[in-house]
T-cell receptor, first 111, second 113 residues
């Protein structure tokens, strides 16, 4: 079974501070992992995916298969980063194209 | 492309009424997904289609919920009869094919009184 865990419902940081949003997953096969972001009252948008190995809006995420984690990081938080962040997993075997989402972490960047 | 289009954006209705939510996926996308988002349970997958065929409906909460995809450019999610606990934001998403990123619509904010 696929499972994604985001242990923090709310993360509050000051502007300019580093950010780390935690995501752990459980999947027996080879997973594909994503981070989606939802700004206030807007649609979910793809932020990044692990196979792209890119930095979007200053965010990066590295897949750590040993720790089964895919934490989202940014060295210096900006006020516009305040949003809801969802980690999601897509199984490459058995799960088809089904995305399993974590429960989300609300990031609040304070001035 | 205008992206995934959902209608209505907001729906307020009384308990017991039938509710129909509509979705137009991005042209050419073979997969379509319906999600429900609540404060308590976060984002839950209800059902998804591949080439208009329902593949996994294990997330559909009860028989009161049904979804159809009569053609590649249109899908509906129906609740009959509706109950207050169905109040949530319902999102539709589509993707090109397996394991590609999903593109979400703006959602339908449903309130059942």
């Amino acid at each position: 079974a696929q499972r994604v865990t985001q242990p923090e419902k709310l993360l509050s940081v000051f502007k300019g501070a580093p950010v780390e949003l935690k995501c752990n997953y459980s999947y027996s096969g080879s997973p594909e992992l994503f981070w989606y972001v939802q700004y206030s009252r807007q649609r979910l948008q793809l932020l990044l995916r692990h196979i792209s190995r890119e930095s979007i809006k200053g965010f990066t995420a590295d897949l750590n298969k040993g720790e089964t984690s895919f934490h989202l990081k940014k060295p210096f938080a900006q006020e516009e980063d305040s949003a809801m962040y969802y980690c999601a997993l897509s199984g490459l075997t058995g799960g088809g194209n089904k995305l399993t989402f974590g429960t989300g972490t609300q990031l609040k960047v304070e001035l | 492309d205008a992206g995934v289009i959902q209608s209505p954006r907001h729906e307020v209705t009384e308990m017991g009424q039938e509710v129909t939510l509509r979705c137009k996926p991005i042209s050419g996308h073979d997969y379509l997904f319906w999600y429900r988002q609540t404060m308590m349970r976060g984002l839950e997958l209800l059902i998804y289609f591949n080439n208009n065929v329902p593949i996994d409906d294990s997330g559909m909460p009860e028989d009161r919920f049904s979804a159809k995809m009569p053609n590649a450019s249109f899908s509906t999610l129906k609740i009959q009869p509706s109950e207050p606990r169905d109040s949530a934001v319902y999102f539709c998403a589509s993707s090109l094919y397996g394991n590609q990123p999903q593109h979400f619509g703006d959602g339908t904010r449903l309130s059942i009184l």
